[in-house]
């Protein structure tokens, strides 16, 4: 298995040091990987930046795992939603300019009195409009579960099975299956046949001690990013079963804690190979 990182794993770095798309290849570049995932809400001027990318990348190591679409299907109108389709055609069209087998997709974000039940329908709708675009072009759309909307693994196999669609797969985030309860080995197994991508992340529980607010599941819990065999996915396990279902898929690294990511991507990325390599990182 290939591994890449996203973009998203320096998000704070990208912040303050107002890193270009084109800034955080080179860095990537110097972190022993095999690829990028790269997102469409970084580019500062696509129209002059995405030229500049591709010929770096040509000239590079790297290769784009996955380019990531910002899109929410829940909304209201058909106009709105009919924005957010064409975001993940040019996703589509990004990605081929890029070399990227897939396009990681959002179903959408839970809002005030709606449910996945009254949302449901409105991301099939969408989804199997962008899965024709994406059909022709030879491109994946990978769903993945984040969010309280659609997180669970039951959810997402249902609307990879309404869709119906072998242009609409799953990228499967280890991490935010513990944000809705929803056991990431149990969703493992619910979802193998449709992994196409991998975000490889680890989350911990918040405790008083952490004094970071970190991100809200279901109830009361609170959990906080750290770097892969610090928390509590199994991530040993998803790797050794990966392996023996022969899903040959790109891990792609998404650190989402509090720690310096220039440090920490460095430390998981240390500890991903490990991982690969069968060794024990606790």
Not at 114 to 135: P, Q, R, T
Not at 234 to 258: F, P
């Amino acid at each position: 298995m290939k591994v890449s990182v996203s973009m998203y794993s320096f998000h704070s770095v990208i912040q303050k040091e107002k890193w270009s798309v084109l800034d955080f290849c080179g860095h990537a570049e110097t972190l022993n990987l095999d690829g990028v995932e790269l997102l469409d809400f970084y580019w500062k001027n696509k129209e002059k930046e995405l030229p500049e990318v591709v010929d770096y990348l040509k000239g590079s190591s790297l290769a784009v795992s996955c380019y990531d679409a910002s899109n929410d299907f829940v909304k209201e109108t058909f106009e709105e939603r009919q924005s957010e389709i064409q975001k993940v055609k040019d996703a589509v069209d990004t990605a081929k300019q890029l070399g990227a087998p897939c396009v990681r997709t959002f179903c959408g974000d839970l809002k005030p009195g709606m449910n996945y039940s009254v949302a449901k329908d409105w991301i099939i709708s969408s989804l199997k409009e962008c899965a024709k675009y994406a059909e022709s072009d030879g491109v994946v759309l990978a769903i993945e579960n984040h969010g309280l909307l659609a997180g669970k693994s039951e959810q997402v196999k249902e609307i990879l099975g309404e869709v119906g669609s072998s242009a609409v797969k799953s990228t499967f985030d280890t991490g935010n299956f513990l944000l809705v309860e929803d056991d990431p080995l149990s969703a493992y197994e619910n979802l193998k046949a449709d992994i196409a991508h991998v975000h490889f992340k680890d989350f911990k529980k918040r405790t008083e001690a952490d004094g970071v607010k970190g991100f809200k599941g279901l109830g009361e819990t609170y959990w906080i990013g750290v770097i892969p065999g610090d928390g509590e996915v199994k991530l040993s396990e998803i790797i050794s079963n990966l392996k023996r279902d022969q899903v040959n898929t790109w891990l792609s690294l998404e650190y989402e804690g509090y720690d310096d990511p220039k440090v920490a991507v460095r430390d998981s990325v240390d500890r991903i190979k490990k991982l690969l390599a069968g060794q024990e990182v606790k």
